[in-house]
């Protein structure tokens, strides 16, 4: 279950990639595991690593020395599309990132992130280039991502408000989740339950396959 | 209830169990599919929370992800895969769900076995922590992959939070030519709308040309939505689609046949009922397609060239486009046919069904593949294997010089080591492209079972259209 999610400041990982799938955040011979240790050395692996071992040259964004320790991933349209596994938000947020600010999230992975700590930012074409600007003009300059009141600081006075699940927020904001919330409607589930027969039985065989 | 409902409209209805405002609606799962890859954490979440599998009997679980293709006999060699299968079947017997294991006769990939086995039945809500469960919506079926979280919020509610989606209209009107099968139409739906093209929707396929394919056929398609960013694309039942499922394992019989059908033929979408969106395709007028790039919606005729970065419009798309190219070695302009290949792929959850073995072994029967190529047939499942065998498949590929395999998910994720070389091209009935999907500095080109059964006996990527008798060869197949 995740922490709490509070409102922080960080500098910025810009990635102007569109379409970046999650077997490229997570390449699928990392999802052998059985828990979710150690997938912090598989982010992004083969953008940064050589089949033997060592970092690529030139040095992928992620391992440059500045970037250590920041929080908000700047990334292209489309982010996260691909694959449904939940090893893609994992190891993001395994490596510290709390944010992705983005033009768009394909749909499974916002869902996976927002149920980890880890938040879709999405903002308008036109912002989203504007703060590709900033990251270019302003390497190091830090934005304060704030959930509980929808806005992302910037620099000045400027904010930029964002869209969240209402639902989502509360879970996030809390540091709940949603199984929680699933295993106080059981009552309603029973009562589902009794109106509607099971479709199949999967333990049941029938007949023989045709 | 007033109002024309889409086909989606009525399955998401009948399956509210409770909305409280401002939440997601709690939407009830017919049927969980479980799998090696993204299960393991999920059970581990049970232990911890002291939870039991609310409904093992609506549960069902293969191994198909991480499992060698090599013969049964010969054990897992790649530890963390053998503990990974390992752990799958200590968690089913544990929490009493039922196991198509390795040596199972019923062992394949979960989007193969489901509907084999009768389980997939239209108007049903199922998932399963794999992005391809979209191929179950084939049967008039609401299904979409989730993340291991949801995973197991399913195995412990038998529910999941849920938004309604959109809905998208997919029309495929007219005539599908010879040597273009349903493959070639999605990625040629791929190639228009792009790979975020659906997201937050749901797709429905309607038309002519959908409701002449054949189940394998419709799978194939609805399998790809997800390419096309949308959770679950879905073909309303029809009498194609209770022909499928008549007899099978776990399909109603006598009465309870009847009464089904009777509910099934009252799920396709009303006359008038609203989508969101909407997209033509003339199935006439479709070529065989193949991707260039390194996502699904970088596709195109076969007979096309290469794009031109500089004519891509914007700058991020231009990048992008760069990106590929330059990942996939190719140069703008440069037409794909007689494009160099050095593995075929002929499998996946996407085209690893029986009528796809047949496609590609009508067009291989008599043929070598070209010298330097390495060709591999995978079946889908353990059934569809058998089947092939009893056909003769596996001989027609053998004496082609082609690799006759075990059922898995194999090189279309290259998890359980049949993979690419750094550099090598392939061409494969898969799903996705991308950036070393099927082995670390692999390129793929995406196509269907006849292109890759061409492509291997050219040697590079050839026209299915030109092969002989092609006429013919689009009628084999089956239901």
Redesign the interface.
């Known amino acids: 279950m995740p922490d709490a999610y509070e409102a922080f400041t960080s500098a910025v990982i810009p990635l102007p990639k569109e379409n970046v799938d999650t077997d490229q955040i997570v390449p699928a011979r990392y999802l052998k595991v059985t828990d979710k240790e150690g997938l912090a050395d598989a982010l992004f692996r083969d953008w940064r690593f050589e089949a033997d071992g060592g970092l690529k040259e030139p040095t992928f964004i992620l391992d440059k020395p500045q970037m250590y320790g920041r929080r908000i991933l700047l990334a292209g349209d489309n982010f996260g599309c691909g694959s449904s596994r939940e090893h893609a938000p994992w190891a993001l947020v395994a490596w510290g990132i709390r944010a992705v600010i983005t033009t768009s999230c394909a749909d499974i992975f916002r869902g996976n992130a927002l149920k980890n700590g880890l938040l879709p930012i999405v903002v308008e074409h036109e912002r989203h280039r504007q703060l590709f600007e900033l990251v270019a003009r302003e390497p190091d300059v830090e934005l304060t991502v704030d959930l509980a009141s929808q806005v992302v600081h910037l620099p000045g006075d400027e904010d930029l408000p964002f869209d969240v699940d209402p639902f989502s927020k509360l879970m996030l904001l809390e540091g709940t989740d949603e199984l929680g919330y699933l295993l106080g409607k059981a009552p309603s589930i029973e009562a589902w339950e009794a109106a509607h027969p099971p479709r199949v039985d999967t333990r049941e065989h029938t007949g023989t396959s045709a | 209830m007033a109002g024309q409902r889409t086909l989606v409209d009525k399955i998401w209805d009948?399956h509210v169990?409770?909305e409280d405002a401002?939440?997601?609606s709690?939407l009830?799962i017919?049927?969980h599919l479980v799998h090696e890859?993204?299960s393991?954490?999920a059970f581990?979440?049970l232990r911890r929370?002291g939870?039991k599998v609310r409904?093992?009997?609506?549960?069902?679980a293969t191994a198909d992800?991480?499992v060698p293709t090599t013969p049964r006999n010969l054990p897992i060699l790649?530890e963390?895969?053998a503990?990974?299968v390992a752990?799958l079947e200590t968690n089913c017997r544990e929490f009493g769900?039922?196991l198509h294991g390795l040596g199972s006769p019923?062992q394949g990939i979960v989007h193969v076995i489901g509907p084999?086995?009768?389980?997939t039945?239209p108007?049903?809500t199922i998932v399963c922590?794999?992005?391809h469960t979209s191929t179950h919506g084939a049967f008039g079926a609401l299904a979409f992959?989730?993340?291991?979280?949801?995973v197991?919020?399913v195995l412990?509610?038998?529910?999941?939070?849920q938004?309604r989606p959109k809905t998208y209209e997919v029309r495929i009107d007219g005539r599908l030519a010879p040597g273009v099968s349903a493959k070639d139409v999605i990625l040629a739906l791929l190639a228009r709308i792009g790979?975020?093209g659906g997201?937050?929707h749901v797709f429905e396929y309607r038309g002519g040309a959908i409701e002449a394919l054949s189940m394998d056929q419709r799978m194939t398609i609805c399998n790809m939505s997800?390419e096309g960013?949308a959770?679950a694309g879905l073909v309303a039942p029809d009498d194609t689609t209770f022909e499928y499922l008549?007899?099978?394992?776990?399909?109603?019989?006598g009465a309870a046949w009847d009464s089904a059908v009777a509910r099934w033929r009252s799920l396709p979408t009303d006359d008038g009922a609203a989508f969101d969106r909407s997209v033509t395709i003339d199935a006439s007028a479709l070529e065989p397609m193949i991707t260039y790039g390194t996502?699904p919606?970088m596709g195109l005729p076969i007979s096309a060239r290469v794009p031109d970065p500089d004519a891509a419009g914007d700058d991020?798309?231009r990048?992008?486009l760069e990106?590929a190219l330059s990942y996939m070695d190719l140069q703008p302009g440069q037409p794909l046919l007689g494009q160099k290949v050095d593995v075929v792929f002929i499998g996946s959850c996407t085209n690893g069904r029986i009528s796809d073995l047949r496609l590609a072994a009508a067009a291989l029967k008599g043929r070598r593949i070209a010298d330097g190529v390495r060709l591999m047939v995978v079946p889908g499942s353990d059934?569809v294997k058998r089947e092939a065998e009893r056909e003769g498949l596996d001989e027609i590929f053998r004496s082609a010089g082609g690799d006759w395999r075990e059922a898995g998910c194999s090189m279309c994720?290259?998890?359980n080591g049949d993979q690419l070389s750094?550099g090598q091209y392939a061409v494969s009935t898969s799903n996705?492209n991308?950036?070393?999907?099927q082995g670390?500095?692999g390129r793929t080109f995406l196509a269907s079972p006849l292109t890759a059964a061409a492509s291997a006996v050219a040697g590079a990527i050839a026209d299915p259209r030109l092969l002989p008798g092609i006429e013919t060869l689009a009628a084999v197949g089956g239901r």
Not at chain 2, 116 to 119: A, F, I, N, R, Y
Not at chain 2, 434 to 437: A, D, K, Q
């Open positions: 009948d169990v409770a401002g939440a997601p709690v009830a017919d049927l890859v993204t393991p954490q581990t979440g929370r939870l409904h093992p009997e609506r549960t069902v992800h991480s790649d963390l895969a503990a990974q752990q769900i039922p019923s084999q086995l009768g389980l039945q108007g049903m922590g794999d992005s992959g989730i993340g291991t979280s949801e197991e919020m412990a509610t038998q529910c999941l939070l938004r790979v975020a997201t937050g997800i960013g959770r008549a007899g099978r394992e776990h399909a109603p019989e996502n919606g991020s798309r990048r992008g990106q059934e994720i290259a998890m750094p996705r991308f950036e070393g999907r670390k500095g």
